[in-house]
Every structure is written in C-alpha cells, then in structure tokens.
C-alpha cells in the first residue's frame, strides 16, 4: 500500500503478487494487484486479474467489484 501511495505502481502490483503466493487471497489483494497494475499503465495485466477476481469470487462482492471495474476499464467480463 507503501508503494501505491507513493505513486510506485510497478513495486505494487510486485508486492500484492507476493502476498498472493503467501496466501492472501482476498478480494481486496486481487483488487488492489489489478488498481496497481492499470496505473503502471498495464491495461492488459489489470484486466487478466480482474477476470480472474470475477472467476474466484464468483456470486460474490468480488465477482461484482470486478466486473465494475472490467467496465471501467472498457473491457468485457470473461476471458476472450
């Protein structure tokens, strides 16, 4: 979160990876991993972890948290 605040986008997405491999799963790493990921400017990457977060949470918060941010993003729900 260090990093997201300081504007390191790249050393974000880097950092929720990792708490992802530790185990933290939560709706909040994915969304946080896919916000850093979009503002490093990679569009695509973002987009990779929202649908994956749409998948996991699937009938959840996270399913719909994800697919608001899929349409912000200009993309579509799912994998194309």
Known sequence: VRAYSSRA???AAKHFENALALG???P????QMA???AAAGNRNEAIRVYRQ????FRGGGG??????ALKGLGASSGPT
């Open 35 to 37: 916000k850093s990921y």
């Open 28 to 31: 909040d790493c994915y969304e």
């Open 9 to 11: 986008y790249a050393d």
């Open 63 to 68: 399913e719909h948290l994800a697919r608001e």
């Open 53 to 56: 977060m749409e998948e996991i």
């Open 24 to 26: 933290n799963g939560s």
